[in-house]
């Protein structure tokens, strides 16, 4: 159980375009969503947390205008990348917390989305 | 913020050979999970612990909350245990905090 997927695992853009990925927790109703960006070498580094049928909440430093997020259903959060740069290129992961009595908020996260901007 | 730190920062290990991890945290938690990162950049959980001791096959953790740290112990490694591994704790907001990770390279 406790299942996440991720659409696309891969993808490459030119500058000035906008990318969605999608994030989907198969098993399970996400009451919260994360998405986190990791560059090469690097720790995750939280950008933003969703909750069902709420705006998402920023960290300091991120663009919101530049990454939208939609948490749409229980199920389903996507991160659009718009007006995609160089810069943006990174490794974006999202993960799903569902409230588990003996496990607290634990967070099962996808396999991640490798975002390349040329 | 609440600070995370991982000991050491690389490692390489012969096959079959043993380890332990080290994760400070700087304040008290609501959280602790240990994942290893595959080469692949996937994220497996492995063990959520809070506190005290948890063993899964040849992994083990122990979480001494008092202390604020944790311990990963991986006994008769294998190449397929190669990866990053990270230490992450919740903080008062449920937010998790990750550690700049451990590299293990575990060699034939």
């Known amino acids: 159980g406790a299942v996440v997927s991720q659409h696309p695992s891969r993808v490459i853009c030119k500058s000035g375009t906008s990318v969605k990925i999608e994030c989907r927790s198969l098993d399970f109703q996400a009451t919260t969503m994360f998405w986190y960006r990791q560059f090469p070498k690097q720790s995750l580094m939280l950008m933003a947390t969703s909750n069902e049928g709420s705006k998402a909440t920023y960290e300091q430093g991120v663009e919101k205008d530049k990454f939208l997020i939609n948490h749409a259903s229980l199920t389903l959060s996507t991160l659009t990348v718009t007006s995609a740069h160089p810069e943006d290129s990174s490794f974006y992961i999202c993960?799903?917390?569902?409230?588990?009595?003996?496990?607290?908020?634990?967070?099962?996260f996808g396999p991640g989305t490798r975002l390349t901007v040329l | 913020g609440i600070q995370v730190e991982q000991s050491p920062p690389d490692l390489i290990l012969q096959e079959g050979a043993n380890s332990t991890l080290r994760c400070n945290f700087s304040d008290s938690v609501n959280n602790l999970q240990w994942f290893h990162q595959n080469p692949w950049g996937q994220l497996i959980n492995l063990f959520y612990i809070p506190s005290g001791t948890k063993q899964n096959g040849r992994l083990s953790a122990t979480t001494v909350a008092t202390e604020r740290y944790s311990l990963l112990y991986i006994s008769s490694s294998q190449t397929t245990d190669s990866g990053v591994y990270f230490c992450?704790?919740?903080?008062?907001?449920?937010?998790?905090?990750f550690g700049s990770g451990t590299r293990l390279l575990v060699r034939p």
């Open positions: 992450a704790v919740m903080d008062s907001s449920y937010k998790l905090i």
């Open positions: 993960s799903a917390s569902s409230w588990e009595a003996s496990k607290g908020d634990t967070q099962y």
